[in-house]
């Protein structure tokens, strides 16, 4: 059985608060593209995880990361046609700042990821749910966005499960040229495709059989009350995103004139 | 909705009902009425409608699936009508039996509180229905535990705690004992039990009949309409009409005259039989090596494997597999036999010990060859399927092995034939049923022609005629040569088809042997909570070992037994 995790204190936050936060962090990662603030602001999210026990979890996806950051460096190196000092390859005119806006993008990117593992480790879908409702949003809205988040790793489970029953018939998608590769998916993402479409039918039929969405008003077993955390920790985020935007408009923490 | 407290739980009068865009009705003039507290067991096999009716019951259709109903439906004394499925949710509720897909909340509690919180229950009533519900189920003490991480067996009984909260006075159960393991079963029949003295109203769908069934009421379908209706005494005494219906009969209905009223339980077996003075058969043939001799063709040594972050898994097991023998792994659900099988063809790779296939160990083969030599049918044919046509999804297995176009060919009409799909050849494979998908995803691996067929719960969800038409295959392909591991709960299909047993428990062996030394085995039987089939206790009761009726009565004689 899977290993369970005691609770942290980013756990005991109230789901409203974290929802906030959520929202608060993306304005926050949006405010500079200079590498070496949004290396701060990576590294606050690596202090977040560390405090809500998910720091194994993110480390796990290191091979992404990787990925994320070579394919921003040069993707915005090559595509993104800045004056200035730099470097020629190739007869291109690579910018200085363009990298540098790359690297920041990396990192932008890499915190957002963090900060989706640190939130969805420490917030139950049912949490989530509560949170985007006390926030005003309709709870079938709510409830379908937090579901489709919980479906994921049963998708997961179905695609792996595919690809052990074409794998008992001698299929090995990862053999081959790149197009063999692409075309050796299709054998695991119709079955994939088909079973999710089912299990999703069961379940909207599931969903209305318990009287989902029955009572206007609903109510709920899990009772949430803000603490002293809660407003601490809104409080630094508050605090935390109004210097950022304050240091921005000082002309501070941006390599390149542009989000 | 006012329920009015004289009226019956269910009064059903002249429905009807035909899915859009269907050439049949699935429903055809049904009339019942089931009494308040009442335990009503509804059979049939495929198709016959069963889950149809559930549905009408609960507004399932013509709401969520559309279609033209006639008739009339009472739920409590009310038409049910203009209800919606979610208003019928505090009356009736529906366990359904894919429960693995019905479950979507991340701790057991919230799963069980999410019907009443959607009746808008305060806090307090919240609480103790949730208390209740994993109390009746015996689950208490996993309350905060992700369903995810649940056995099989406990993610059904939350299931089926997640309808329990509702309180609805009507409950129904459809299918919801397929997945189950004998002891799981037993578990769900008592819960069922305990309800409907505690003045439920249970509606239970079932493709088997249980010895000692407590139903009050049985009711047999066919193509969407009702065969037989009475108390399952009446409904079981005709073992050739619940044949015909896709249900298994008890096997000693089976041993009565033509004519004649059946026993039912093996007690009454026994008494029946020995009325008509039963003896051994003077020309009783000798029993028959139960176990192949072939040279050994797959093993196991010391192989251990845990899943990541788990403890389940297997350890230490040794199991060496002799051509042509039919092997079949029992045990409970999470015991490990499918992580076991898994380990013959590579799908797992053991963290401790050694696997062999042919002699030379499972790493020593690239992915087609050992495709080639372990066919492995999962237990639902849909984690396979993708083709448009049913050839072209048979032959899939035999372009990874890279055969000609002309081989290809050959064997695909070879196995569609064995397996009677021969006309279906051009149809969508989602067009076929169940039973029928089934035979074509075992066509597909028959066609890699495997030395080694391994077969994962291939029964489960199958009516009896499709489970026969499915295992005729297996054993024509076991008399071939063809060696078989089975994973089943269903006891009768060990005792009719295996050479050899193994039992598996809390990722051990705990047992190895014939069929025969394993249902002599009283404390072992008592341990893992298997149970002999009807005919077998009835035989050993008599001095002799018989797997199957026709065995029985090769074995013994009594007046009347040319039936």
Redesign the interface.
Known sequence: ????QSPSPLHHLHPSTKVLCLLLFLVWAMVFNHPLYLLAITALVVIINLIGGSFRRALSFWKFYLVIACAAVLLWSLFLDEPGPGYNILGRHIATSAILYGIGMGLRLISLILFAVVFSSTT???AFTYGLRRLGLPYRVGFSLS?AF??V??VYQ?AK??E?????????PR?GGPLRRIFGF??LM??TI??TL???N??S???????????R???????YRIGWGDILTLALFIVGLSASIWLRLKEYGAVIDRL | MKPSPQSPAVKVSGLSFTYQDAHTPALNDINIQIPRGSYTLLLGGSSSGKTTLLWSL?R?VP??HPGEIAGKIEILGEHNTSR???????YL??I?Q?F???L????V??EV???????????EE??RR?AEALQMVGLSHLVG??P???SGGERQRLAIA??LS?EAPILVFDEAKSDLDPAGRRQIDELCGRLCRGGNTIISAEVEVEEGAEADLAILLSEGRIVAKGSPKEVFANPDELIRCGIRPLDVTLLADEGGVPPQTVEEALQYLKERDIHPHPKAPAPKSAKPEGEEIASLEGVSFTYP????GISDIDLSVRRGEFIALVGANGSGKTTLV?QL?R?LTPQQGNVYVGGRPTSEYD??????M???L?QDP?????HERVKEEVG??LR??KLSEEETTSRTREVLELMELSELGEEDP?SLNKGQRQRLALA??LA?HPQLLILDEPTTGLDYLEVRRLMSAVEEMNRRGITVIAITHAMWLVARYAHRVAVISGGNKAFDGTPEELFADEELLSSQMLSRPQIVELSLRLGRYCPTVEEFRRTFTWKGAER
């Open positions: 059985m899977e290993e369970r139950p879908v049912e579901l919980r479906l790793p049963s179905t499960m595919v052990s029953a074409q794998q008992a018939r001698g299929h090995n053999k299709v054998p119709i079955p088909l079973y089912r299990s999703a069961n379940l039929l599931a969903l209305e059989c318990k009287g989902f969405g029955l009572k008003k609903r109510t709920s077993l899990a009772r | 609960a399932v709401e969520f919606s499925p979610q208003e019928m949710a505090p509720g529906l359904m894919d693995a897909s019905q979507f909340s991340s701790e509690a919230t509180a999410f019907l009443p919180e959607n009746l808008g229950l305060p806090y919240l609480a949730v535990r992700d995810q991480t649940l997640s309808v509702g972050r788990s403890d389940a898994k063809n799908l992915d087609a060859e050992l495709a080639s372990v066919g492995y999962f849909d984690h396979q399927i993708f899939f297995g990874n092995l989602y597909s691996v890699m």
